[in-house]
């Protein structure tokens, strides 16, 4: 789309990647060309985070798996993920399940954000199985509410805390031990 487009020379043109529709094409290409999604979209307000890095992540998380089973990085649905805040994006789960076949349960505290992520599982139709949403009603608990008698996860993986502004992460209270927020 050439309004995306801004001039690189005379003869050339780039992403702007400072506009974020520019951003939300390119993440869209990458996860269609490299992870099979063939649609995928965020809300406007909504982080539409930066592929590669996510990628990274999921690769290192792998990589952890593999230390504790002789250098293998296991694979299949018997690996199961918890995306504490899976976010409207739904990143991790998309590219874990495609990299290495892993299921997941993305929680977050925003029911906007959890039916954005319903929707790109939706319109891919192979992730249902793999990929499963639940809605944390209470932002001051983070796992309450969420984990099953049942649930046995590999691991648990997480985006660092979001702030609105500096000022919201200073009034954050850093010193809550995890025991309250279960």
Known sequence: DSRLAKPFDA????LDLATPSAVMALNAALLKVFYAVESWSVPPGYLCPPIPGRADYVHHA???LASDRNGTIPRGPDIRVLDIGVGANCIYPLIGHHEYGWEFVGSDT???ALGAAQQIVDKNPRLAAAIEFRLQASPQKIFDGILTADDHFDFVLCNP???VSARAAEEVDWETPWAALV
């Open 62 to 64: 792998a990589d952890l």
């Open 161 to 163: 805390p979001f702030h």
């Open 110 to 112: 925003d029911a906007v």
């Open 11 to 14: 003869n050339d043109q780039t």
